[in-house]
């Protein structure tokens, strides 16, 4: 799947299950951690942990092994590692800071 298709889905999965404030910021010629990062904001720490693990399980439909959820004990704010992309969902409190 190539990455453009991957980051539709994931901004489709954030958008389809409520996530707010979508951004894509294009990455390929300024990093090489990753090709894009995707901000979205949850309305809670439960939301913020159900987006993650909803948008790795529908990764893992789409043949995207290997995600990786960090910041699983926090309350504010998590990162899905999607190999290429990395998604930061943040509480809205935590995104303005």
């Known amino acids: 799947m190539e990455i453009i298709e991957i980051k539709k889905v994931i901004e ?4 389809d299950n409520k996530a ?11 990093s090489q951690i990753a090709d894009f990062m995707i901000i979205a904001s949850g309305t809670s720490s ?6 993650s ?3 790795v399980s529908e990764l893992k439909k789409y ?12 309350n504010d704010w998590k ?19």
């Open 46 to 51: 439960r939301h913020l942990q159900s987006l």
């Open 79 to 97: 990162l899905v590692d999607a190999i290429d992309i990395i998604v930061h969902i943040f509480h809205p409190e935590k995104r303005i800071f």
């Open 63 to 74: 043949g995207v092994f290997g995600c990786r959820i960090e910041g699983r004990e926090s």
């Open 20 to 30: 707010n404030d979508i951004v894509a910021i294009d990455l390929q010629k300024k």
């Open 53 to 55: 693990e909803i948008l």
């Open 12 to 15: 489709k999965v954030l958008d």
